[in-house]
Nanobody, 118 residues
Framework: QVQLVESGGGTVQAGGSLRLSCVVS????????MGWFRQAPGKEREGVAT????????WYDDSVKGRFTISQDHAKNTLYLQMNALRPEDTAMYYC???????????WGKGILVTISS
């Protein structure tokens, strides 16, 4: 059973930084893409950033371009999300996910809370 475990969340002031990590228990052939998603209170879940697991191709939502960076370390089975210049509107539960590219993800972490205070 594939497990994804997020860490690194917390509360920071606006303008600050956080780095989220997601440890993957194992990689499967179906895990061509990994990504970070978030869901703010009262809103639908949205994609934040994705990365191709077999290369370096990335995608970012417009709201985080230039501020967030997604990366991966296969040696550590870990996906990262470096978040800089954080804004109150970045407050949300952040989820790590893995699966095929361009279709719904197959595996999800339980999520981790990120709170940005103004």
């Amino acid at each position: 059973q594939v497990q994804l475990v997020e860490s690194g969340g917390g509360t920071v002031q606006a303008g600050g930084s956080l780095r989220l990590s997601c440890v993957v228990s194992e990689y499967t052939d179906s895990m061509q893409c990994m990504g970070w998603f978030r869901q703010a209170p009262g809103k639908e879940r949205e994609g934040v950033a994705t990365i191709y697991t077999r290369g370096s191709s990335t995608w970012y939502d417009d709201s985080v371009k230039g501020r967030f960076t997604i990366s991966q370390d296969h040696a550590k089975n870990t996906l990262y999300l470096q978040m800089n210049a954080l804004r109150p509107e970045d407050t949300a539960m952040y989820y790590c996910a893995a699966g095929g590219c361009g279709r719904p993800m197959d595996y999800w972490g339980k999520g981790i809370l990120v709170t940005i205070s103004s």
